[in-house]
């Protein structure tokens, strides 16, 4: 019998190697290819980066120039898949429609689905990075869209000249047809926000895109099944959920009573805490500045002000020091996503759509990979021995 260890949550367990991101979570470092990403936020671009992840270096002036060619040309989507999107309920959370409008995009793609193209077919590197190009290049239009049918507005068409980020915003809201152009200093908070959450090694959704994909299922699929587990409020959805703590705490005063609650495990600190970093997470200090860049443009969120007290409350008292509490990347990218008036439930959307770079990279390190055996855990059994069937009639 080979050494099973019991470990739930996989704490210790170690299920690949990767070369995309390294995370030191004593230290609070955090680098892609092994460039930190302090350096990345400051110096680069979201479609840089997603190049650099998914490839493996960063790119030359003409492969840069390629790259953003291919994903601008893919940011169409199928006139079916918009017209399904329009289906959903005036008031379905846009993660929802994320995920679903993703799985539903496999079917428009039979023939490069394994299941029907055969299990070969991503071994050829052109259709590998067509779908790259394609989940890629639409995220955004999905994205808006699903926050247009939200506020019960046509669904917005790409606008070939712009960048990624920009494109992004102006989908959303296209206020004066062509001309309008969203703020230059708005687009960089929200690509530096980008750049953030594109990568983040086997973090709940990432591990499943593995997970899914070890099974041979297509590209979509995975893609949509790994959003489902971004959704989730202790993983991408943290920022929604750290948003609603602070409203739900309202004012200054009703901090040491919620403190209280915590500490009582009636509550969660959302945005506080994190699987691997036991120190301060590198990726919180960057987006804590970016808060106040945004402010000078949009006014102060009133939030802020509960969100730094009860930082300094937390930071200050042994029950968080103890437990190696500290702010995560969720803790302010929520308040900045409410001055930059993104209803809460696009939050978790905004998340997704950078970390589709960082998946779409283990995608295709998981292909290259000779070790990509099917995921299957094993149990620890506790349920009953083994009994005979009862007829119905003889049941209590
Ligand atoms: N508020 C209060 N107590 C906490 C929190 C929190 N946010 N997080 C952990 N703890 C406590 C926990 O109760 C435990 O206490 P004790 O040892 O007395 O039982 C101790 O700290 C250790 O926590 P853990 O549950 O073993 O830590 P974990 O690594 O399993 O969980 C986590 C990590 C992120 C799921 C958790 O910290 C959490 O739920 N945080 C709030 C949600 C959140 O902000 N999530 C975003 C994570 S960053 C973005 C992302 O990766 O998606």
């Known amino acids: 019998q080979p050494l099973r260890v019991y470990d739930p949550g996989y704490m210790n367990t170690i299920c690949c190697t990767s070369k995309i991101s390294y995370i030191d979570g004593d230290k609070g470092i955090l680098e892609y290819r092994g460039i930190p990403i302090e350096e990345l936020a400051e110096k680069s671009t979201f ?13 030359s002036k003409s492969q840069l120039q390629e790259w953003d060619e291919k994903l601008r040309k893919h940011t169409f989507i199928h006139t079916d898949a918009s017209q399904m999107m329009k289906s959903f309920r005036y008031d379905a959370h846009p993660m929802g429609m994320l995920i679903s409008t993703l799985a539903a995009i496999s079917t428009f793609h039979p023939e490069v689905n394994p299941a029907l193209a055969g299990e070969g077919v991503y071994k050829n590197q052109d259709i590998v990075n067509k779908q790259i190009y394609r ?45 309008y152009k969203p703020h230059p200093k708005i687009t960089r ?16 959704s990432t591990a499943f895109v593995r997970h899914l994909s070890s099974s041979g299922v297509d590209i979509y699929t995975a893609i949509a099944g790994a959003a489902g587990a971004l959704y989730g409020p202790k993983h991408g959805g ?12 309202g004012d200054l005063k009703n901090i040491p009573q919620f403190i209280k609650d915590v500490k009582d495990r009636k509550k969660l600190l959302m945005g506080f805490g994190h699987r691997v970093y036991k120190n301060y997470d590198p990726r919180a200090k960057i987006v804590k500045q970016i808060a106040y860049q945004v402010f000078e443009i949009t006014g102060k969120e009133p939030l802020i002000e509960i969100a730094i007290e009860l930082e300094k409350i937390a930071l200050s008292d042994p029950y968080f020091i103890q437990r190696k509490l500290y702010p995560n ?11 930059l008036g993104f209803p809460t439930d696009m939050f978790p959307v905004l998340f997704t759509i950078p970390r589709v770079a960082g998946w779409l990279a283990h995608w295709k390190e998981y292909l290259n990979d000779k070790e990509n055996n ?14 005979n069937y009862l007829p119905v009639e003889q049941r209590k």
């Open 47 to 59: 479609v840089e980066v997603a190049y650099l992840l998914i490839n493996g270096e960063l790119p």
């Open 135 to 179: 989940i890629l290049g639409s995220l955004p239009t999905i994205a808006s869209n699903s926050f247009r049918n939200r506020i019960g507005r046509e669904h917005n068409m790409p606008h070939e000249n712009m960048s990624y980020v920009e494109n992004f915003l102006y989908m959303l809201d296209k206020l004066n047809e062509k001309e």
């Open 189 to 204: 908070a929200l690509e530096v926000l980008f750049i953030l959450h594109a990568e983040h090694e086997l973090n709940c």
């Open 238 to 249: 943290a920022n929604e959920a750290v948003l609603r703590m602070l409203e739900e705490i």
């Open 329 to 339: 990347v969720d803790f302010y990218s929520g308040v900045i996503y409410r001055a």
């Open 374 to 387: 099917i995921v299957r855990p094993r149990q620890n059994y506790i349920g009953p021995e083994k009994r």
